[in-house]
């Protein structure tokens, strides 16, 4: 499936090993391997319910996988809650519905989990939380509330959040899908300023343009299994298999 | 910080045709409509037929004077005599009469800590510094039996401070009982969830005169012999454990209206279990309740005055204790009318006190 130019060189800091999941019945992961280096960025895409949600909310526990093995940067996944724990601190997520909590304001969002999870100083972690909001472009919004902000500045301050605890991995569950289309470009704006500074991200997103601005690697999954693995530009204009043709060619409208 | 809150105010004008004169006003609020002009004035004739006669008896036709029942034998209106006379026993019940200042001081000094502990604004280490205080010296003042004060034993204690006491020590324990309970039903551990779940469905499921019958009653005879503990401190704890399981049941209410993303994004971040609890979950949840939660208090307050069964005189039982006397009893009216006006006073102040709440926590951002 993978050819040997897009097999990670160094020791991958997230790997997959005949991951295997289920909702009750349902077959929901089948047999994924996959490993994700240093510093790359996946993108994943294919049809609604081919699970790509949930690969990648596996990576940081939100959901069990039952059989295989999931290691992320050097701990493998498995029932140890403190474990768990800090290897959710080191990878960040950012939601396709923003999740917000509205009840604090866009500082305190941000200064939360620096504060509480790695105890940091109220000033320390609001400069730290200033500094993040400069770079998503919205530090005037800092007192306000999340639902006073519109949808992509919502999401710019889920980004901002996530990197206040200086993760070494980024999730993205289409983090443009709830956006209205001018808003779009301001997300992932800031989402390919993170790639170019070399962060690690996996992401799930049908935007072709971003995915061949800043993936190494573009994904295609179909009912539970990974189809094929290939740079994005080979993947979207040369297609190996039938399937991702197909999906391609209804996603593109022709 | 300043420079940051800058934003541009744009211009504000007024929606048009608010200005709205009384007349307009009754139009469009009481006389919209024939069926609504109908109500209008159904209601105006049930006013003018209940209101006038109801302020006659209360005040205007009322007895307030005098000192024995005679002074209302010819009386039209309300005897307030009565409340003159037997007001000390209506409130303080067989506390000692000449220490029933404390019971007093006692009770305002617990009512101005639950009264600023309302208030958003107090919340802090001030106020529990002020707890810290405030309820040692309330136990104090109605106990004694140092620094000068004579004891005086909570058999004793009855009226409006025991009615006070019963309630509030049952709002306050319940509460966080039933967060414990409703958090305990949606654990992911089975024996947590079990053991909660049956508790609530047990509590629920029997009145609480009986649960205050069995603290009572049957609790005692499970104690080795010689011991007793405290009639009083029976009852507190079966309101407490009859009503932590209502709150319970309401926490959970708000708990599972919390959307999933809300508890995804907070394990995300890395918090532990009781982190996203106390910082995410509860703040929300919680705020979405309120209504029911204070609904619940009411209920607590009145249902206190159930401990009657188990002979505690609380406000109620004495305020009827008090026309137990055959030269008083025509006037049992008037005692009930004075028991309901306090009554309303309290729960009426509760349910205002929601409203302040909500409002007050809902100008934050909703999304
Ligand atoms: N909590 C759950 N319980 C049961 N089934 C689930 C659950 N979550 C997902 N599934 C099922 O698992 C499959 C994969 O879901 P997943 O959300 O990963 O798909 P997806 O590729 O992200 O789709 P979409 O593009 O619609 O987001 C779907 O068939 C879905 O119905
Ligand atoms: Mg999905």
Request: with cysteine.
């Amino acid at each position: 499936m993978t050819n040997a130019a897009l097999a990670t060189s160094s020791e991958p800091i997230i790997s997959f090993e005949d991951v295997n999941k289920w909702y009750g019945q349902y077959h929901a992961l089948r047999n994924i391997n996959l490993g994700i280096g240093h510093g790359e960025k996946v993108v994943l895409l294919g049809p609604s319910g081919s699970g790509k949600s949930t690969l990648i909310r596996c990576v940081n526990r939100l959901e069990e996988h039952q059989a295989g093995r999931i290691i992320v940067d050097g701990t493998e996944l498995k029932g140890d809650v403190k474990a768990i724990e800090r290897i959710r601190r080191d990878v960040g997520m950012v939601f396709q519905s923003f999740n917000l909590f509205p009840h604090l304001t866009i500082l305190d969002n941000l200064t939360l989990a620096p504060r509480w999870v790695k105890k940091m100083p109220k000033k320390e972690a609001e400069d730290l939380a200033m500094m993040y909001l400069e770079r998503v472009r919205i530090p005037e919004q800092a007192r306000k509330y999340p639902a006073q902000l519109s949808g992509g500045q919502q999401q710019r301050v889920a980004i901002a959040r996530s990197l206040c605890m200086k993760p070494k991995i980024m999730l993205f569950d289409e983090p443009t899908s709830a956006l209205d289309p001018e808003m779009v470009k301001e997300v992932l704006d800031v989402m390919i300023e993170l790639a170019h500074e070399g962060m690690t991200m996996m992401c799930v997103t049908h935007e072709m343009a971003f995915a061949r601005a800043v993936a190494d690697r573009a994904i295609f999954m179909a009912e539970g299994s990974i189809i094929e693995i290939d740079t994005p530009d080979e993947l979207f204009s040369n297609p190996k298999s039938e399937r991702t043709k197909q999906f391609l060619g209804q996603i593109l409208g022709h | 910080m300043s420079a940051m809150d800058h934003t541009e105010e744009p211009v504000v004008l007024a929606p048009p045709g608010l200005q709205i004169g009384p007349v307009a006003w009754c139009r469009k609020n009481l006389f919209s409509s024939i069926p609504n002009t109908l109500l209008t004035l159904l209601a105006l004739f049930l006013l003018w037929k209940l209101i006038p006669p109801l302020l006659d008896w209360l005040l205007f036709s009322a007895v307030f004077s005098g000192s024995s029942p005679d002074a209302c034998k010819d009386a039209v209106g309300a005897c307030w005599t009565l409340i003159g006379v037997k007001h000390r026993f209506m409130l303080f019940g067989f506390y000692t009469y000449d220490e029933q200042w404390r019971p007093l001081i006692a009770t305002v000094i617990l009512l101005c800590l639950i009264c600023g502990s309302g208030y958003p604004k107090f919340w802090g280490k001030k106020l529990g510094v002020a707890w810290l205080i405030g309820l040692p010296l309330f136990g104090w003042l109605m106990w004694g039996g140092f620094w000068g004060l004579p004891l005086v034993e909570t058999d004793k204690w009855g009226g409006l401070p025991l009615t006070v006491v019963l309630a509030a020590v049952g709002i306050v324990v319940s509460f966080p009982l039933g967060v414990l309970l409703a958090l305990g039903r949606r654990s992911a551990l089975p024996a947590i969830r079990t053991v909660s779940t049956a508790y609530i469905e047990l509590i629920r499921g029997v009145p609480l005169i009986s649960v205050l019958f069995m603290a009572s009653v049957m609790f005692p005879l499970f104690l080795p012999e010689g011991v007793t503990i405290n009639k009083l401190l029976r009852a507190q704890v079966g309101i407490i454990l009859f009503t932590a399981a209502y709150q319970a049941e309401t926490v959970r209410g708000g708990l599972q209206a919390l959307p999933k993303g809300q508890y995804e994004a907070g394990n995300a971040l890395g918090l532990s279990y009781w982190q996203s609890t106390l910082l995410i979950v509860l703040p929300q949840s919680l705020k979405l309740v309120i209504p029911s939660l204070v609904n619940q208090f009411i209920s607590t307050f009145k249902d206190t005055s159930l401990v009657l069964i188990i002979g505690l005189y609380d406000f109620l039982t004495t305020t009827r204790t008090a026309v137990a006397d055959p030269a008083w009893q025509p006037f049992y009216v008037e005692s009930y009318a004075f028991a309901a006006i306090v009554y309303f006073g309290f729960c009426f102040s509760m349910s205002r006190y929601s409203q302040f709440l909500e409002r007050r926590l809902g100008a934050q951002g909703r999304r």
